[in-house]
């Protein structure tokens, strides 16, 4: 028999799990939803089918559920699903959770110690014609497009065998989707892998290189002949796993590294520069002039997760630019901040990926009395002006990241809107928001009105109508 949920923070309030699979035709929609918005909003993240083993539940490791919001001609119809990962078929069949927190073999079940045991839960990603669910310590996982359900792994043919980053970066120039996987010999390795998958979805290089320590590397950096890896002192260790320690730690004495490879390179051509410890979970765009490498990310000086020290404003991330001289005789680089207002999960017009770009998106948390881990306004930073624009949401509200759509595939950058959704808290459900992009300031232009919660989640991306 099921067990009830544990009242923790993770398990509580929009963080709790949902316990359906449901359809929604024609939603309601306050105000005008563009005729001309057509295709499929995506978004990923943890929601647990059973309550967890462990007293210490994250956040991080509950099961991947996926939304999908489908808009055509002023209507909207949605649809969620269970990612079915291998993990989520066995603890449906059991009735109850079998396995440990982060695999952790000393509370998962003996009957499944070896078995995968992915979530599939950070972000979903369309390339190639594959819809793919992401969760950077296991494979991906294929869903059909339409109806959400599960195909399986995506092994490329079989030519990929271990896991994927869950940020994948897609070349707008080449159609290529190149990716990393830290801790790629193992759980807490130093090890590294680099691939590229190309425009017709073939699996054309995997590479294996050492990095200076074990980090969880979550996010890295891709320029057009250039690509970045941050690895940064948030370290994982299974000693102190199999302690009953967090797994990950914060060790900021070991600093920052970021290795440089050209594209067209071997991982023997890395060149690795060092700075002053920091964290990023999220990277906004990385680009190059000339010698000069230039990536926007959002950067903590210490990281709030698996650091029970952290405090202060340096445990809020802000947009920063690192910049690298490749043409310097030396191994540091700079940084530079360019807004001062806390935020995460940064986007922009991604057709301007590994490009120069001038409009960056995220969400802020800027009241004290918002609930820890949310956001509670939108923000538009124009990075030629420097001007912010930004839009609060009502006291107990909360924003997603936002994801933009161009107005048409040959339009400016920056022409278009953004989708977010976001969790009514005095209401206990949620709804999808559409903005103006360049007039965010304004609110949104329309609401789609959903009856349920959208848990909060990661990760979303944009698919057009065929």
């Not at 950077?136 to 079989?158: F, I, K, M, Q």
């Amino acid at each position: 028999m099921s067990q009830p949920f544990p009242s923790t923070p993770y398990l509580s309030g929009n963080f709790a799990p949902i316990l359906m699979e449901c359809d929604a035709h024609d939603l309601p929609v306050a105000g005008r939803l563009p005729r001309e918005l057509r295709g499929t909003l995506y978004s990923n993240g943890p929601n647990p089918q059973y309550a967890p083993r462990d007293a210490d539940y994250h956040w991080f490791i509950g099961d991947g559920m996926v939304h999908a919001f489908e808009l055509e001609d002023g209507r909207v119809h949605y649809r969620n699903r269970w990612v079915r990962t291998n993990k989520f078929r066995l603890e449906r069949a059991a009735g109850h959770a079998l396995f440990g927190s982060w695999g952790n073999p000393a509370s998962t079940d003996p009957a499944v110690q070896d078995q995968e045991n992915g979530v599939a839960n950070t972000n979903i990603v369309w390339h190639a014609g594959r819809l793919l669910a992401l969760e950077e310590a296991d494979l991906p996982v294929e869903l059909d497009p339409r109806e959400l359900s599960t195909h399986g792994n995506c092994t490329y043919g079989g030519k990929l065998s271990g896991a994927v980053t869950a940020h994948p970066k897609i070349d707008p120039v080449t159609g290529e989707m190149v990716f990393f996987t830290y801790a790629a010999d193992g759980p807490f390795s130093s090890g590294m892998r680099y691939g590229v998958v190309n425009g017709d979805g073939q699996l054309t290089r995997l590479e294996h290189f050492e990095t200076p320590y074990a980090s969880m590397v979550h996010d890295f950096m891709v320029t057009q002949h250039h690509v970045l890896f941050p690895v940064l002192p948030l370290t994982g260790s299974m000693e102190r796993a199999m302690r009953g320690e967090p797994a990950y730690a914060w060790e900021p004495q070991m600093g920052a590294h970021i290795g440089i490879m050209p594209r067209n390179s071997k991982p023997g051509a890395m060149r690795w520069f060092r700075g002053e410890a920091c964290y990023v979970f999220h990277v906004m765009n990385a680009w190059e002039e000339g010698t000069r490498i230039y990536a926007d990310v959002m950067q903590y000086d210490t990281p709030p997760l698996f650091n029970p020290d952290a405090g202060g404003p340096g445990s809020r991330a802000r947009l920063c630019r690192w910049t690298f001289d490749l043409a310097a005789d030396t191994d540091s680089f700079t940084r530079t901040w360019l807004d001062d207002t806390p935020g995460e999960f940064p986007r922009f017009d991604e057709r301007f990926a590994t490009l120069p770009y001038r409009h960056g998106y995220y969400a802020s948390r800027q009241r004290d009395t918002s609930l820890k881990g949310t956001y509670d306004t939108l923000i538009h930073l124009d990075l030629t002006t420097g001007r912010r624009s930004e839009h609060a949401l009502p006291e107990g509200d909360a924003v997603s990241e936002p994801v933009f759509v161009p107005r048409h595939a040959q339009s400016a950058e920056g022409d278009g809107w953004l989708l977010a959704t976001v969790f009514r808290g005095n209401e206990h459900r949620s709804d999808l928001v559409v903005y103006e992009a360049g007039a965010v300031n304004d609110g949104p232009i329309a609401t789609v009105q959903l009856s349920h919660r959208v848990p909060f989640g990661f990760h979303g991306n944009w698919r057009p109508a065929d």
